[in-house]
């Protein structure tokens, strides 16, 4: 069961591309954006990242932290970064710490098969952890956009 606004989240901590590790939530952060994704260099995800790379910006210049994760590992995180040239960070979560506190590694089905996976989702949280905007199923194309339109109105 994904989190929803008003919940808490589970405390976490991962590492980023560059192996430093990053403590979610975030007292010094007003607020963060925190989106999972599927897996590193298919066709959404490098959509989704580029996005989020593209108004890193933006987020920023409004006091807000952006963080990519996926379960994907430090040195995949490392390769996608480079080729795409990424300016998002991106954490990496292989035992599912986050994905599965944040309830999105989920029941798939592609072709007919079933399998698990992570479910493409996004939630803004404050700096004690409270989820205050959350989407799940989410399609990449323009939504780092809308991300970024309801930060600007939590403000």
């Known amino acids: 069961m994904s989190l929803n ?26 607020l963060t954006v925190l989106y999972f994704y599927p897996k590193d260099n298919t066709s959404g995800c490098t959509l989704e990242a580029k996005e989020f790379s593209e108004l890193l910006p933006r987020f920023t210049e409004l006091g807000v932290k952006v963080y990519g994760i996926s379960q994907d590992s430090i040195k995949s995180h490392e390769k996608f970064i480079q080729k795409q040239e990424l300016t998002v960070p ?5 035992d599912h710490i986050a994905i599965e506190g944040f309830g999105v590694w989920i029941q798939k089905k592609l072709y007919g098969r079933e399998y698990m996976g992570v479910d493409r989702s996004t939630f803004i949280i404050d ?20 991300v970024l339109q309801k930060v600007q109105e939590l403000r």
Do not use: E, M, Q, Y
């Not at 591309?17 to 939530?25: L, T, V």
């Not at 700096?127 to 399609?139: D, E, F, H, P």
């Open 127 to 146: 700096g004690s952890g409270k989820i205050l905007a959350a989407w799940n199923k989410v399609k990449s194309r323009g939504h780092a956009a809308a």
């Open 90 to 94: 991106l954490l990496s979560d292989p």
């Open 5 to 30: 606004v008003n919940d808490t989240i589970p405390g976490f901590c991962l590492p980023d591309a560059a192996g430093n590790k990053i403590c979610i939530p975030d007292a010094s952060a007003d």
